[in-house]
Antibody
Framework: EVQLLESGGGLVQRGGSLRLSCAAS????????MFWVRQAPGKGLEWVSL????????YYADSVKGRFTISRDNSKNTLYLQMNSLRAEDTAVYYC?????????????WGQGTLVTVSS | DIQMTQSPSSVSASIGDRVTITCRAS??????LAWYQQKAGKAPKLLIY???SLQGGVPSRFSGSGSGTDFTLTISSLQPEDFATYYC?????????FGGGTKVEIK
């Protein structure tokens, strides 16, 4: 059974940093593209970042480019999101997500999410 | 960036009703479109991928169609557990983008 368990969320001041982690199990982690997707309170879904299975390719939304860094440790089956220079508009539930085995850029499993609150 | 526009933003329907949600892309995305269902306080769930392929375990009352710029999600006979918010997402190019969501409410 695929499981994605995020951690690291919490309350941080504007301009601060936070690192999210996502522990994956139930599938061959290194074989899959992984994502971070966020959802501001009461709002819709926003794609944040993507990383290839080997970690060599990464992509970011313009809203986080230069401030956030996605990475992975395939030996630990763990995905990360380093968030720096946090802004109030980064307040959201952050979901770790796994790519579908049959089609790129499509999520087939989501974690339960971790809440990041940036105080001003 | 490809903009995804969903309509309606909300719909009130009764059990057993046929519900149709549309999603329009600002440029052609072939069939690179997914549909997700999200219930309050929960993570989204994949329903449809590649515009019309039903994800495993999803009831057959859900179906997707379309290609290019215009797509449709249809629930053939609405069930109590289907009351939720539905999102489309284009998987064609970066940045990946979602529609604004359609909330299906009880009439």
């Amino acid at each position: 059974e695929v499981q994605l368990l995020e951690s690291g969320g919490g309350l941080v001041q504007r301009g601060g940093s936070l690192r999210l982690s996502c522990a994956a199990s139930g599938f061959t982690f290194s074989s899959y593209v992984m994502f971070w997707v966020r959802q501001a309170p009461g709002k819709g879904l926003e794609w944040v970042s993507l990383i290839s299975g080997g970690g060599g390719s990464t992509y970011y939304a313009d809203s986080v480019k230069g401030r956030f860094t996605i990475s992975r440790d395939n030996s630990k089956n763990t995905l990360y999101l380093q968030m720096n220079s946090l802004r109030a508009e980064d307040t959201a539930v952050y979901y770790c997500a796994k790519n579908h085995p049959g089609v790129l850029n499509t999520v087939d499993y989501w974690g339960q999410g971790t809440l990041v609150t940036v105080s001003s | 960036d490809i903009q995804m526009t969903q309509s309606p933003s909300s719909v009130s329907a009764s059990i057993g009703d046929r519900v149709t949600i549309t999603c329009r892309a600002s440029q052609g995305i072939d069939s690179w479109l997914a549909w997700y269902q999200q219930k309050a306080g929960k993570a989204p769930k994949l329903l449809i991928y590649a515009a019309s392929s039903l994800q495993g375990g999803v009831p057959s009352r859900f179906s997707g169609s379309g290609s290019g710029t215009d797509f449709t999600l249809t629930i053939s006979s609405l069930q109590p557990e289907d009351f939720a918010t539905y999102y489309c997402q284009q998987a064609n190019s970066f940045p990946l983008t979602f529609g604004g969501g359609t909330k299906v409410e009880i009439k």
